[in-house]
């Protein structure tokens, strides 16, 4: 048989284990029991030492990145810009040029009469069709009637036409170019102005020392290149035709209106 204190001690530890495992507060036997576990459960494990943080390394600087020339490329744009539009509208050199002379902004052609009869429609005019050396044949009208038969003003004969003049009508019938002549100042005396015999038709009539390309008809409108040069367009004491004193010549001589000395030409 055991000891009445024994059998209280081991009643006492089966109650605080029993109280631990359902986790009951402990009696007063269970808390003697356990005080002294209890107070080294509660001082904390200390903690694991940290480690000591390695210091990050340094990332390497990237490559500073190229410098971008866009805004050059964007500043460069609009003067590019303002160059086009300036080429756009600047006409052709030659037509520009300040030294070129009048005389060579008109287109004055050799020419043969190919067709002419009497306008239907005004008593003044003839109306004629001109070979000026293109592909086809320029239709003209002329204020002859008054000074030239049909038989005089006929097929095959030589003629000077400007011929880079726009197209006008007269009397309802285009006109595309205009055959020179010299006219007294009276207006009564007409005389057509005559290439030499040999000169080619289609050929330019030019004067000796002057040179220039022709203006197109816009041009020749616009900045009224034909009014400027009749103004001093007339035949010498030689009845040559001559612009400021300088003759106009072809390939085989002078253009001439014959019997009709000092005689402005238009």
């Avoid at 009445?4 to 605080?16: G, N």
């Avoid at 020392?209 to 900045?223: A, D, F, R």
Wanted: overall charge positive.
């Amino acid at each position: 048989t055991m000891s009445l204190p024994k059998s209280r001690k081991l009643l006492d530890e089966l109650i605080k284990d029993l109280e631990v495992s359902l986790g009951l507060p402990l009696s007063k036997a269970g808390e003697a029991k356990a005080a002294p576990s209890q107070q080294s459960a509660a001082q904390p494990t200390p903690a694991p030492a940290k480690a000591a943080k390695a210091p990050a390394e340094a990332k390497p600087k990237a490559d500073a990145a190229p410098k971008s020339d866009k805004p050059k490329e964007e500043a460069a744009k609009p003067e590019k810009k303002a160059e086009k539009k300036a080429e756009n509208k600047a006409p052709p050199a030659e037509t520009e040029a300040a030294d070129q002379a009048e005389f060579t902004k008109l287109e004055l052609k050799v020419g043969v009469l190919t067709k002419t009869w009497a306008h239907p429609e005004s008593e003044k005019l003839f109306c004629e069709e001109i070979d000026v050396g293109e592909a086809a044949p320029r239709s003209v009208a002329s204020g002859l009637r008054a000074f030239y038969t049909i038989d005089e003003f006929c097929a095959g004969k030589k003629v000077v036409v400007v011929t880079n003049l726009k197209p006008a009508k007269m009397a309802g019938f285009e006109s595309q170019g205009m055959v020179m002549a010299a006219t007294s100042p009276d207006h009564t005396k007409v005389r057509l102005l005559e290439p030499p015999a040999g000169a080619k038709v289609g050929e330019r009539v030019v004067i000796e020392g002057l040179s220039g390309e022709p203006y197109n008809p816009n041009q020749v409108q616009k900045k009224k290149v034909l009014p400027a040069v009749l103004a001093d367009l007339k035949t010498n004491g030689d009845c040559a035709a001559c612009w400021q004193g300088k003759v106009l010549v072809t390939s085989a001589g002078p253009v001439t209106a014959p019997g009709m000395p000092d005689t402005p030409i238009s």
